[in-house]
Structures are given as C-alpha cells and as structure tokens.
C-alpha cells in the first residue's frame, strides 16, 4: 500500500507530527487526544505533493460543518452582530 506524508497539527490537544496514512482517507485520528481531524489535500488537488512533500494537511476537525450546527443549534436565536459603540476620550 502506498502511503503518503500528512502534517498534523491537531486543533483540540495541539499535537503535531508528521505522519503517514493512505492516500484514500479523510481523517486520521490524533495519536495523543484520539480526536478526528480532517484530511485536506496539502496543494488543493488531489494526487500532488506540496514544495514539502506533503499530501494531505490536518489542520482542522472533522465534521467541521456538524459541530457548527450544533452550536447553530445551542446559540442559534442570539443576533450575530451586536451593535457598540467604541468610545473616545472625552466622551
């Protein structure tokens, strides 16, 4: 099987190494907090190697969108801009 360099930088522990994993997959799972983290192809096309040689960057969660939703679901009724003023001396 033919394995390919993912630089994982975790977004809930702060792990980060460079590991191997298939070409095929769309998380790998942190080898310190076991959290899953997304798999995004390092040049943005799939099948090329960035300047590094990596393939795939692990940046940030998996299911991004459903966690969203879920906080859509908890704090969906409050306004999203919140209008204030920034004072001045002499205000």
Known sequence: MNRVKVDLQC???GFCKILKTAPYKKAISCP???QPVFLSWATGI???LDEYGYYFYAYEPFN???INKE???VFGGLPSNIPYK???RGE
């Open 11 to 13: 977004p809930y522990c």
């Open 32 to 34: 310190t907090c076991k």
């Open 46 to 48: 799939e099948g090329e």
């Open 64 to 66: 991004i969108r459903r």
């Open 71 to 73: 906080f859509e679901d």
């Open 86 to 88: 920034i004072k001045t």
